[in-house]
Each structure stands twice: as C-alpha cells, then as structure tokens.
C-alpha cells in the first residue's frame, strides 16, 4: 500500500519570497501524484497533477511540481508567493492501476504567508 | 452549477440522535467518496462506492453507513452520534485519471 508523507506541518514565508513545500511517497508501483489547496472554511481544490510524461507539472496559481522517481518525491514550488496563497496543502498519491482513484492524502502543510 | 454538493453545510446536533448528510455530483463521474477531517486537518477516508457497489469500507464504526440510491447520489447516515464524530465531512467523486472534485464539506458539531 502507498503513503505519503509531508515532513513540514508548517511554513511561515514573507509575501514575495519563494517556496517549497515537500512531499514524498512510498509504493512499490507505478503512481499519479496530486497536490491539493484547501482555503480556510472550504473544500480541497486540485492544484495539479502529474499522471506521466515531463516531470515537471505546472498547475493554477503560479505553483509547479517536479516528480522525482528516484527520490520518490513530488515538491510543491512557488517563485513569489501571495498573502492570498495561506492555505493548508495537501499532497496525494493514487497507485497507477487505480487510475487516479482511491487515493492517500498526506498530514497537510499549513502554508502562512506573512507581510 | 456546483459539481459536488453537499448538504448541510453546518450541522449542530446532541449526543445519541441520528443524522444524515448528502452528496451529489453533476461531473458523470463513476466513483463517490467520503472523507473525514479531523481537528489536525488530517483526510481519513471512510467510504467509497463506485457504480452503487462499495469498494472501499475503511475500519469505520458500523453506526456510519453510507448510502447511494445511483451514482450521482452519496448520502452519510450517522447513528447514536458521538462527541468524537465531530469533524469535516467531505464529499468528492472522481473519474479515471481526473483527480477527486471536492464538495465544500459538513462540519458536523456534537454536543
């Protein structure tokens, strides 16, 4: 079975600077990776995804993500962060058989960002 | 049009009594899930169900059952409601390859 697992629970960033958020996975097959945002007070909106092909996967909002297989991970960057990106992120992980169902989501990282 | 809907979005109920939340999605996806988020923001999920068959049934007290009267519909019956099943209840659904579509959750409040 896959898990994931997000080392940082929480990240204070300046407004403008850049960030990283980490994630990384344990499988022992193939897998598609998701980053998900949830805003305080709503549900979790798809940030992107990466399913096959370039490594790294743009998504909304200025975010980016690089699938490293090697190293099992799937960071979450931003190069200049907003007040409006404080939010709790989430990464998950589907084994490829599943096609893109049936997911493990990790603990979340609280992104604050400060002015 | 909302994709995942759920109803209601706050609901404050006592110890003991039943309750039930609702889902529906308008995305035509085949596959309908139930999550659980605690106070730590951490997703467990509870349920799923996939063409009205259940496929996933995590280690869940058996007082939660879901129900799907078709794909479009997933519905959380709570029995004898718990202090500890206060939480985030979120509904999503998705399809091969698209990710889950969130509804905007339930946060449930027993007292």
């Known amino acids: 079975a896959q898990s994931v697992t997000q080392l940082d629970s929480q990240v204070p960033v300046f407004e403008e600077a850049p960030v990283e958020l980490r994630c990384n996975y344990s499988?022992?097959?193939?897998?598609?990776l998701f980053w998900y945002v949830q805003y305080p007070n709503q549900g979790l909106q798809l940030l992107l995804k990466?399913?096959?092909?370039?490594?790294l996967v743009k998504g909304i909002n200025g975010f980016e993500a690089e699938f490293n297989k090697s190293q099992t991970s799937f960071h979450l960057r931003k190069p200049s962060v907003h007040i409006s990106d404080t939010a709790e992120y989430f990464c998950?992980?589907?084994?490829?058989?599943?096609?893109?169902?049936?997911?493990?989501f990790g603990p979340g990282t609280r992104l604050s960002v400060l002015p | 049009d909302t994709a995942v809907s759920q109803t209601p979005k706050y609901l404050v109920t006592q110890m003991g009594n039943d309750k039930s939340i609702k889902c529906e999605q308008n995305?035509?996806?085949?596959?309908m899930y139930w999550y659980k988020q605690d106070s730590k923001k951490f997703l467990k999920i509870m349920f799923s169900?996939?063409?009205?068959?259940?496929?996933i049934n995590e280690t869940v007290p058996n007082r939660f059952s879901p129900k799907s009267p078709d794909k479009a519909h997933l519905n959380l019956h709570i029995n004898s409601l718990e202090l500890g099943d206060s939480a985030v209840y979120f509904c999503a659904s998705s399809q091969a390859l698209s990710g889950y579509t969130f509804g905007s959750g339930t946060r449930l409040t027993v007292v």
């Open positions: 998950a992980v589907s084994e490829a058989e599943d096609y893109g169902q049936n997911f493990v």
């Open positions: 499988s022992s097959v193939s897998v598609y």
């Open positions: 995305l035509g996806h085949d596959t």
């Open positions: 169900y996939n063409n009205k068959e259940l496929i």
């Open positions: 990466y399913l096959s092909g370039s490594t």
